[in-house]
């Protein structure tokens, strides 16, 4: 079996954040990493070269296939804030309807920018999501 690529570094999220070219990119991910860590409890940790990641679960695939990944997370990627949460949508489908401005993929919330979202909203969203993950 193929084993996952991203995995936790010891690479520093400070200086990782710190690096972000623009100025108001880098302000949300640190308004995102705020959100996180309070939500987990848990320090942010670099997954890879560029996936912050707070709080840690395993999991087992129906096929025995297991990993280990985080709680919730985000990167900040060229085009999109790109969030991490476990839980997925479908089970939030009122709170998306309030979320504001964004895009989902299957466990990926895809943001311009904090600007274009209710941050409460997003912030309920984040602690439903690690509610989840912690039932895994």
């Given at each position: 079996m193929a084993e996952l690529k991203t995995k936790a570094?010891?690479?520093?999220?400070?200086?990782?954040?710190?690096?972000?070219?623009?100025?108001?990119?880098?302000?949300d991910c640190v308004k995102l990493a705020q959100m996180m860590q309070e939500a987990t409890g848990a320090e942010p940790k670099m997954w890879g070269p560029s996936i912050v990641g707070?709080?840690?679960?395993?999991?087992?695939?129906?096929?025995?296939?297991?990993n280990d990944w985080f709680q919730v997370?985000?990167?900040?990627?060229?085009?999109?804030?790109?969030l991490y949460l476990?839980?997925?949508?479908?089970?939030?489908?009122?709170l998306m309807k309030k979320l504001g401005k964004h895009k989902t993929g299957k466990s990926c919330l895809y943001l311009k920018t904090l600007d274009d979202v209710d941050?409460?909203?997003?912030?309920?969203?984040?602690?439903?999501s690690v509610g989840y993950g912690s039932t895994l």
């Amino acid at each position: 079996m193929a084993e996952l690529k991203t995995k936790a570094t010891d690479s520093s999220v400070a200086d990782f954040l710190g690096a972000i070219p623009e100025e108001r990119r880098r302000r949300d991910c640190v308004k995102l990493a705020q959100m996180m860590q309070e939500a987990t409890g848990a320090e942010p940790k670099m997954w890879g070269p560029s996936i912050v990641g707070f709080g840690h679960f395993h999991y087992k695939y129906e096929s025995g296939r297991e990993n280990d990944w985080f709680q919730v997370g985000f990167a900040p990627r060229k085009n999109d804030l790109t969030l991490y949460l476990v839980s997925g949508f479908p089970r939030h489908e009122a709170l998306m309807k309030k979320l504001g401005k964004h895009k989902t993929g299957k466990s990926c919330l895809y943001l311009k920018t904090l600007d274009d979202v209710d941050e409460a909203v997003l912030k309920e969203l984040i602690e439903e999501s690690v509610g989840y993950g912690s039932t895994l």
